[in-house]
């Protein structure tokens, strides 16, 4: 079974306030447990975290190889004051703070660093990404100095401008990558980023009743698209399901995730070992030098 690159330990798929509430004094460590078990059965050993702000991704790394499980975690993802990224971390207003918290994820027991660099899709306004995206000479910085302190860089990153900064930037790892065109997943394909798009964040969403499928679907074929254009093109890939988003349960979102690649591109050799490879990239820049 592939690994899990793109989790959240903190959500449960199915209530965010409910779930960050469960945590609110200390962790829970019960829970955490419980996903842990739900990955065990599906057969995945590894799972690299998105972080937090209540301590429980960092939790979770303490306890996973009870489960032989291979967790990594930033601890925390790192945005900018004013800009989206407070419910999974710690913010900064300048290049400075951004240098303090890599140097807080070190102290923590960070395997890397992850920041966010856009909002999230804008789901009443096609094509659109919430918020401002942050500058490309400061994602520049940010990669810059995360690098230098020994991390890789996993960065939640939406639309045209902000992917093309964020590759151009270095990124290791590209969270998301909602409505790229094809010149942006040709820089993609020429750089050593990887692609983990968390395709199930809105595949999942059709017929529970959040959003209605006629704003979805334009969003799923784009991200077909995307898909087919990211193989054809060798783009590096690996799955991430955004597991504890809502409606993408732990342990079997990321079989969902598969099982859309499988859906958009076939069932052969030839995917399975495109992910695989993405996945073993992962595995070996996403850990501390």
Not at 150 to 170: D, K, P, R
Request: contains cysteine; aromatic residues 8%; proline residues 2%.
């Amino acid at each position: 079974m592939f690994g899990e690159c793109h989790a959240h330990m903190l959500m449960d798929g199915v209530n965010y306030r409910e779930a960050v509430a469960r945590h609110g004094d200390a962790v829970c460590e019960e829970k955490v447990r419980e996903f842990f078990e739900a990955y065990q059965r599906a057969g995945v050993s590894f799972i690299r975290d998105g972080g937090d702000n209540a301590g429980v991704s960092k939790r979770a790394s303490e306890i996973a190889g009870e489960y032989g499980i291979d967790y990594r975690t930033p601890v925390f993802a790192v945005h900018k004051e004013g800009h989206y990224g407070r419910i999974v971390g710690r913010s900064f207003s300048n290049m400075k703070e951004f240098h303090q918290r890599v140097q807080e994820a070190a102290a923590e027991g960070a395997d890397f660093i992850k920041i966010m660099t856009t909002g999230l899709l804008d789901f009443n306004n096609h094509g659109a990404v919430t918020g401002t995206p942050l500058d490309r000479d400061e994602v520049r910085e940010m990669v810059h100095i995360a690098h230098e302190e020994g991390f890789a860089v996993m960065s939640h990153t939406n639309g045209i401008y902000g992917v093309q900064a964020a590759v151009e930037a270095g990124v290791d790892s590209l969270e998301h990558g909602n409505y790229m065109d094809e010149e942006t997943i040709s820089m993609l394909a020429d750089s050593h980023t990887v692609w983990v798009p968390t395709l199930v964040t809105v595949r999942n969403l059709l017929g529970c009743g959040r959003y209605e499928d006629e704003v979805l679907l334009p969003i799923i074929r784009q991200a077909e698209t995307m898909v087919r254009t990211a193989f054809r093109k060798k783009v590096k890939v690996a799955l991430g399901s955004d597991a504890g988003a809502y409606c993408v349960p732990h342990g079997k979102g990321i079989c969902q995730e598969y099982q859309s690649f499988q859906e958009i591109l076939g069932d052969s050799d030839e995917v399975r070992e495109w992910l695989e490879n993405g996945e073993k990239i992962i595995r070996q820049k996403f850990r501390r030098s």
